[in-house]
């Protein structure tokens, strides 16, 4: 296991869901051993423990020594509330009554470095720890000076508990508009939003000052449900072309293809005409979110397909940095990288872009160079990355819909869109050309009656 300095490594743990595994051999398994010191490792033997310990001492030693910094602080608040029967209650009492305090500041510090690393870890105790303590901290400090609100989606949805980062997120959109509410006061309501329609438009995400953690996030979620309509779709017609089976069998396969709960829960059985109007629906909103994402972080999705360099920066707390492209990817790109299927559809988005501008570029970068716009001095190549990159969210409903073509690739929905548009273009420049042909004639026989006038 890497160190927890190391974020390009930490972010790109196994694709799919969460499970326990060996930190080792990476077997999946019930009853694996987990490590006493960080409690958030597990491994399939003792042997292996011993084998992995040199590697995984300096991991271990920071999560413990973290664990014992949280609890020197409980101490410490609990002595001043000598009357208070639980620890947890007096930290409750002194949060809400003196967070002007210097030392409910560092127990709040110190929780969320503990939070932080164990996020970090990617086992699913670390991140299902990492989740309890954040949602903990903000219920206990609504001024939230840790910024722990921009994480918790991406924990939970890592957890798949994607019905509470949707309303979590919600909740938190829907207070920026309440001005009564008092963010110093633990008696206030929340996250009192429960089971909120995942599938209505995200508008109140949309706003004029963002948070780009959510808006990743919630992109994250709806294209977790595109990506398990695919599933679905694919699952039916596989099913129905090589042998007929019993609709409660080809139910209970459905439910194994999809990952998320409110897919299992919402759309394994409706018919795939229905499931048909929602893919478009959601592919819409993703587009939305996506623009917006690039509206207030112009680099994000060039590092999310390249994000080594966003990982492995260490942006400077309460610094403009800490809003940046790379505290965002730190945050999020775990969360996405583990959801298989939603790198791929960008990527094929992206590449649809990419085949669909090829024939435009030239002419696109001799105007650029004509008017000497920005960025004249590139190549064709390079201008063709950029503009594949700037028009990815076009072109994402023929990548979703190429992901579930069942036909020959070479005749996938995008590509046969774009033969018809270069047949179009191809028509109309000859016809244009003919135009300009029968112009020059009509010139040409003007000239010729006035020379013989």
């Known amino acids: 296991m890497p160190c927890l300095t190391s974020g390009a490594k930490l972010c790109k743990g196994p694709v799919g869901p969460l499970r326990d595994r060996c930190a080792l051999c990476s077997v999946e398994r019930t009853g694996l051993i987990l490590c006493s010191g960080c409690r958030a490792v597990r491994y399939c033997s003792r042997a292996h423990q011993d084998e992995h310990q040199p590697s995984h001492k300096p991991v271990c030693n920071r999560i413990e020594s973290d664990r014992e910094n949280l609890a020197d602080w409980e101490r410490i608040i609990c002595k001043q509330k000598l009357h208070v029967k639980f620890d947890c209650q007096a930290i409750e009492i002194h949060v809400d009554h003196h967070t002007e305090l210097h030392d409910v500041f560092k127990y709040i510090h110190y929780r969320f470095i503990l939070a932080n690393h164990l996020r970090l870890i990617g086992t699913p105790d670390g991140v299902r720890e990492a989740a309890d303590h954040m949602l903990d901290m903000l219920r206990m400090n609504r001024g939230d000076y840790t ?27 829907t207070l ?62 596989i099913l129905a072309r090589n042998s007929p089976l019993p609709p409660e069998l080809i139910l209970a396969i459905a439910q194994d293809v999809v990952r998320s709960p409110i897919a299992k829960a919402r759309l394994v059985r409706k018919p795939t005409s229905h499931l048909n109007t929602i893919e478009v629906k959601l592919a819409r909103q993703v587009a939305r979110l996506g623009r917006a994402i690039c509206d207030n972080d112009y680099n994000f999705f060039t590092f999310l397909c390249d994000p080594d360099e966003a990982l492995a920066m260490h942006p400077e707390r309460f610094s403009s940095y800490f809003f940046d492209y790379s505290s965002v990817m730190q945050r999020a790109y775990s969360a996405i990288r583990e959801t298989a299927g939603v790198l791929e559809i960008l990527k094929a988005a992206r590449l649809v872009a990419k085949r669909d501008s090829e024939d435009k570029v030239a002419d696109m970068l001799e105007d650029i160079r004509k008017h000497k716009k920005a960025g004249h001095e590139r ?75």
């Open 147 to 173: 910024f722990v609100q921009h994480f918790i989606p991406a924990v939970l949805l890592r957890l798949d508990r994607d019905q509470d980062a949707y309303d979590f997120m919600k909740w938190c959109s």
């Open 379 to 453: 190549t064709e190549a390079e201008l063709l990355y950029d503009v594949s990159l700037d028009r990815i969210w076009d072109y994402l409903d023929w990548a979703v819909q190429d992901a579930s073509y069942p036909g020959r690739w070479s005749n996938r929905p995008s590509e046969r869109y774009i033969q018809r548009r270069r047949k179009w273009a191809a028509k109309e420049e000859e016809e244009r050309e003919r135009a300009e042909m029968g112009r020059d004639t009509d010139e040409e026989d003007e000239d010729e009656n006035e020379d013989e006038e």
């Open 176 to 237: 920026v508009e309440d001005d009564n509410y008092d963010w110093g006061a633990v008696s206030e309501p929340f996250m009192n939003l429960k089971d909120e329609d995942v599938l209505e438009d995200p508008n109140f995400v949309i706003h004029r000052f963002p948070r780009v953690s959510h808006l990743a996030c919630m992109l994250l979620l709806k294209m977790k449900l595109l990506v398990d309509i695919r599933g679905i779709k694919t699952t039916r017609w």
